[in-house]
């Protein structure tokens, strides 16, 4: 794949963390490295993240375009091992991120 693009976007995705600096439940702050990307497909990141100080798992879906990005998070039960068991069973297909992204629209926890 280009160099460039590759550098682009883990940039991005790291933008895209930042965007998440914090937990949206205790509203502390997030260390950087609790955030696990489980599965990337093209523009679409899926990240787990696990709060240091409420233990609270959120899963977060970062969408890197040409005319920016946005990010969008749920919480989850699920910690990183049982996203990646599911993840097992099959590849996530970019549709399925994509659902899964208008899923975390609809509930409406938004990080941007
Ligand atoms: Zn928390």
């Known amino acids: 794949m280009d160099k460039d693009l590759e550098q682009f976007k883990s940039q991005s995705i ?3 963390l930042k965007m998440m600096a914090e937990c949206p439940l205790c509203k502390q702050a997030y260390s950087e490295q609790k955030a696990k990307v489980i599965e990337e ?6 990240v787990h993240i696990t709060c240091p100080h409420c233990l609270h798992s959120i899963l977060a879906l970062i969408i890197v ?3 920016g990005m946005s990010s969008v998070g749920m919480i989850t039960d699920l910690n990183v091992n049982d996203v990646r068991r599911l993840k097992r069973l099959g590849p996530i297909t970019e549709d399925e991120l994509l659902n899964f ?3 975390l629209q609809k509930e409406k926890l938004n990080f941007n």
């Open 101 to 103: 992204y208008s899923l």
């Open 14 to 16: 790291q933008e895209g």
């Open 41 to 46: 497909k093209n523009s679409a990141h899926l």
């Open 65 to 67: 375009s040409k005319v």
